[in-house]
């Protein structure tokens, strides 16, 4: 069987290239205590950006239901020692929700993934998650800082690490879907590792959610942002209630959204994907076809009979006769016979009658494609189901949240909170599909012809290929989330306070999937006699005989019995666990001459338990044209100790403000153990620390600078992934096919021409139109956790100004990142795995050439037969750049108040080392841009209750010329590729600039907010890029397939807010 025809979902990591592999381990607490709300411009601005003029480290005391607004320090993200947060040496933001949602954002992952330090990046996004193989299932939303993937990013709930969410065997990260963001106070996001103050996964960031801590009132909350054109449509309702009552509190809100389903039909730079080719004169390149005089839509090609050419008996005629005209069968290949259905003209010949024992013979209607520019033009590769095609699912979300807690002591609280979320998405979805046999006696055997295959004549292989919508995909997760806890202080030690719970997660995800069954194929494969009356062997089907060669079932006409025959629905269940503990205390130790030196010690234990169960049908390898796998169940168990110390230097001398020491240090130690046989690994006494300065010359400049080392511990699935099957096509995965002719068009180097030449492989093997298995199962005792290193370094300025300007309230911060990832644990993929083999100055030895085998002599000599994809430490990755942030406030007296928000990142280096010194520096391609930002004004009034606002969002230009040169070397120079049937075409691979706005404004009226607003003010759409682009990006539609640009355009908003017995 061949499944070089097979469409499958692209794996998104050959569109992020650093892969999307994950990772857990320690506990994670940033003890961060709720604060009163702020005015939102100030507070996004004032993370880490400034000072007050008197800020003092000493620890200071707390009410243990609610903090005191007076008390001048509170423990944030990146540390657990009570400081002023404007002192940190880490560089922090923080995100209100309040302002995203005057921008039209109320959905916490489109916040947090257009954020200036995670929009550099492809994000993972529920359309991409629906149209790409990613790490947590279809409909996911992960967040990825800095471009090193979701499973190097660390989510806190309320300073405690949250539990991971989602479907299928890749779970290990936490799903954004699971908290709404009306439930969302702010975020904290520190920009830099911090493995030594959270453990594993904080190797980019850690992203701090903090839920909303109102007391005394109900809140009532209702967003609607319908579309100007169909489709993407969000709704939600949300409520609120919360009393304090002096020694205890009690917080409980639901919330409920629905996003309708964004279908590729209904925008049209999602439909028809031309090619969008130029000539070097730069007129357009692509194909039109006769039959409507329009560019030729490049999409996936359907209802043809592929036809293998076996005794070169597939000439057209020509002048001088039968069998003179051109060969259809370019090369030698497969020929794509096509048919003409009603009221189509194709404009082309049809083959003639045969004039030798052999000549291909096809029925009445059927016409040979592809040997020539017009048969390429009318070639079928476009069907209506693509405008079914999901993409962005319909969503429904619902959620319940409690958090409650009371002082059980004058110094002591028992806290609790309690999270409930069901999610359901469902795509809509399309694919090929296809069988083999043959039109009759092969080389005068005896074997009959397929049955069918009435009317096809000849000595050729058959393979008719048809299309169907009988291939969607539906998931429901529920998330569940309890935490429990004492936190105080301790009576017996003078200014020292503990914390301590005992959180559990559960996901339960379910997912079903419409598959095609492979004992329904193998009953149509070589079919020599009808198989009515009997049983297929797995499905237990009554089998019926199916017209493979009819065209009007390639169209995907079924009828509903044929379609109940070729496909069935399978359910898999994927459970997540986790369950942890930890201890902490902070306080001073000793009391020095400029302030406190203030110390922290903790330990925590973890437990993370997955079972994911594939559907049954894939369980049985019944499932054709896709990979085959078991149950992925193991556990781990992971213990930590930690310890953190702040040493003030000087404070309130003549050049030194401030002059401030930090540093951290946690050993970590994790066993994991396999389900299936009780296989363990362990790996212990893993060290990362972290050290800091902070130094503040003048009330108005300030400099910080962190160094420190973080780890990602082995993800579950990436050690205990059960044995997976699937299939390549020789042809594409091979670097010996052709060498000869590759070598001499400069598509491979002279050493791998020689090393395929001294395994005795002939200079023009073709390779076949066979697949090779390829096998994939985790690393359990081979692999080792990921390290990390990782800088920052600031400049902050906080002037004052006098005269008119002392109203003028201006900061500005920049800081420097460089992040570097090694032994990153990754799959090759088959292909790089063989080619790398071929171009190494070490074959045959090089340990990549023991993962694939060929077949030895006989009909598939050289051919590829296996190849093993495990996960292995063999990555690294490196990225560094900038982030700005400025914010002026402007005070106008009775006119208001005027603010100004901007932030930007510059990304100078993303590169990612599959092997060693073959690296390219990635940031500024397509869908990694080297600039990004947002820019937000707005002007208040508290006298009339009026505000404004206005946001522009603006996404860099990019480029992937530089990996088109790389994946065509012989059309680097020219930026062109040439072939026969198409001529010079040259790909447009660059995308300019692009500015997103909005703009709202709000009325407060006696307990209501009503905001009125629009999105994409000027329904900017997504830039479009070739599609045929030598393999370069992924495309949906004519747009790149990448989650910076909006698919859904214009939208309209409205925010209505209540409050009832609430003060705001």
């Not at 070089?4 to 381990?25: E, H, I, M, P």
């Not at 003890?31 to 007050?52: H, I, L, N, S």
Request: charged share 20%.
């Amino acid at each position: 069987m061949t499944n070089s025809k097979r469409f499958t979902a692209l794996s998104l990591r050959s569109l992020l290239l650093a892969g999307a592999t994950f990772g857990f381990s320690s506990i994670a607490a940033a003890q961060t205590a709720p604060t009163p709300p702020q005015d939102p411009v100030e507070e996004q601005a004032a993370a880490g950006e400034t000072q007050p003029e008197n800020a003092d480290v000493t620890t200071q005391q707390e009410g243990a239901t609610t903090p005191t607004p007076d008390d001048g320090e509170i423990v944030v993200t990146g540390s657990r020692i009570r400081r002023d947060e404007f002192t940190s040496s880490d560089p922090i933001q923080i995100i209100n929700t309040e302002l995203a949602a005057k921008e039209g954002k109320t959905d916490l992952a489109t916040t947090l993934q257009s954020s200036p330090i995670a929009a550099g990046s492809t994000q993972i996004t529920s359309a991409l998650s629906s149209n790409f193989v990613t790490n947590g299932g279809p409909g996911s939303q992960l967040l990825d800082l800095r471009g090193l993937g979701p499973n190097r990013t660390l989510v806190l709930l309320n300073g405690r690490r949250a539990g991971p969410a989602g479907t299928r065997g890749g779970v290990s990260s936490f799903d954004l879907n699971v908290l709404p963001q009306s439930l969302v106070q702010s975020v904290e996001i520190l920009k830099t590792g911090a493995s030594s103050v959270y453990g594993s996964d904080a190797v980019a960031g850690v992203v701090n959610l903090l839920t909303k801590r109102d007391s005394d009132g109900l809140q009532l909350d209702f967003n609607a942002s319908p579309t100007e054109e169909s489709g993407g449509e969000q709704y939600r309702v949300s409520a609120l209630w919360g009393k304090d009552f002096g020694r205890a509190y009690i917080t409980v809100a639901g919330d409920y959204f629905k996003q309708n389903e964004l279908a590729r039909g209904q925008r049209d730079f999602l439909g028809c994907p031309e090619a969008y080719t130029f000539r070097t004169d730069g007129s357009r390149a692509d194909l039109i076809d006769p039959r409507d005089g329009k560019y030729k839509c490049e999409d996936l090609r359907w209802g043809h009979v592929w036809t293998y050419n076996l005794i070169d008996n597939l000439y057209l005629d020509g002048p001088g006769g039968p069998n003179t005209g051109p060969n259809t069968s370019l090369a030698g290949g497969t020929v794509l016979i096509q048919y003409q259905y009603p009221g189509e003209n194709l404009g082309i010949p049809a083959f003639g009658a045969p004039a030798y024992e052999g000549d291909i013979r096809t029925p009445a209607g059927w016409f040979p494609t592809g040997y020539d520019t017009r048969s390429l033009a009318v070639q079928n590769s476009y069907h209506p189901f693509v405008l079914e095609q999901t993409i962005v699912p319909k969503t429904e979300r619902m959620t319940g949240y409690l958090a409650a807690g009371v002082d059980i002591t004058d110094s002591i609280e028992l806290f609790t909170e309690f999270l409930a979320n069901r999610r359901k998405t469902y795509q809509n979805g399309w694919r090929q599909f296809w069988n083999f046999g043959y039109t009759g006696d092969l080389y005068g055997t005896g074997t009959p012809a397929t049955i069918w295959a009435d009317g096809w004549e000849g000595v050729n292989f058959l393979s008719p290929t048809g299309i169907t919508n009988l291939s969607d995909n539906s998931q429901t997760v529920d998330y569940y989330r309890g935490v429990g806890g004492l936190k105080g202080e301790l009576g017996f030690l003078s200014g020292w306070r503990f914390d301590s719970y005992v959180q559990y997660s559960r996901s339960n995800g379910k997912y079903r999937s419409q598959q095609i069954l492979q004992d329904v194929y193998d009953s149509g494969y070589f079919q020599t006699a009808s198989c009515v009356g009997t049983i297929l062997p797995v499905s237990k089907k009554q089998c019926i005989d199916l017209p493979w060669t009819d065209p009007f079932f390639l169209r995907g006409e079924l009828t509903p019995q044929q379609a109940d025959f070729l496909t069935d629905w399978e359910t898999g269940k994927t459970r997540y666990d986790q369950l942890n503990g930890e201890f902490s205390l902070s306080g001073t130790l000793i009391k020095l001459p400029y302030g406190d030196l203030g110390m922290a010690l903790g330990a925590s234990a973890r437990r993370d338990k997955i079972v994911d169960t594939p559907g049954e049908i894939t369980q049985a390898g019944n499932a054709w044209g896709a990979s085959t796998s078991g149950i992925t169940a193991g556990q781990s168990i992971t213990k930590e100790a930690f310890g953190e110390i702040n040493v003030p230097i000087l404070r309130n001398l003549p050049f030194a403000r401030d002059l401030t020491l930090n540093a951290a240090a946690r050993v970590t130690s994790v066993t994991a153990k396999r389900r299936s046989d009780g296989v363990e690994d362990s790996d212990n006494g893993n060290w990362t620390y972290k050290l800091g300065g902070n130094y503040a010359p003048t009330n108005w400049l300030r400099f910080r600078a962190t160094y420190g080392t973080s780890y990602r511990a082995p993800a579950l699935f990436e050690q205990f992934l059960a044995n997976e099957t699937s299939f390549i096509n020789v042809g594409r995965l091979d670097p010996c096919t052709n060498y000869d002719a590759n070598f001499i068009a400069g598509n491979i180097t002279q050493r791998v021409r020689d090393n395929c030449a001294s395994q005795g492989i002939p200079g023009n093997f073709s390779g076949g139109a066979i697949t090779a298995t390829v096998r994939s199962q985790g690393g359990l005792g081979l692999l080792e956790a990921e390290t990390s290193k990782a800088k920052t370094a600031s400049v902050i300025l906080t002037p004052r100004f006098g005269g008119f300007l002392s109203e003028t309230r201006f900061n500005f911060a920049v800081d420097y990142f460089s992040i570097e990832v090694n032994g990153q644990i990754s799959q090759l993929g088959a292909g790089n795995i063989v080619s790398g083999c071929y171009n190494s100055d070490t074959f045959p030895t090089d340990p990549l050439c023991s993962l694939f085998t060929r077949f030895g002599p006989g009909t598939q000599q050289y051919i590829i037969s296996t190849v093993d994809n495990k996960y292995i430490n063999i990555a690294s990755q490196r990225t560094s750049g900038f982030d700005f942030t400025t914010s002026i406030r402007q005070d106008l007296g009775r006119m208001g108040t005027l603010s100004f928000l901007g932030q930007a990142t510059l990304v100078r280096k993303q590169v990612f080392d599959l092997f060693e010194g073959t690296g390219r520096n990635t940031a500024g391609d397509v869908g990694s841009p080297k600039f990004v930002g947002d820019l937000n004004l707005s002007w208040s009034s508290r006298d009339s209750g009026w505000s404004l606002f206005y946001g522009i969002d603006l996404i860099g230009k990019s480029s992937s010329e530089g990996l088109f040169g790389r994946l065509n070397p012989s059309s680097a120079a020219s930026g062109c590729i040439t072939n026969d049937l198409r001529g010079t075409y040259c790909p447009k691979l660059t995308t300019p600039a692009v500015l997103y706005h909005a703009a709202s404004v709000t009325k407060e009226i006696e307990g209501f907010d009503l905001t009125l607003g629009v999105s994409n003010l000027f329904n900017t759409r997504p830039p479009r890029i070739s599609v045929l682009n030598g393999g370069s990006i992924g495309t949906l539609g004519q747009a790149p397939a990448v989650s910076q640009y909006d698919w859904l355009g214009r939208r309209f908003f409205v925010n209505v807010s209540a409050r009832l017995g609430r003060k705001r």
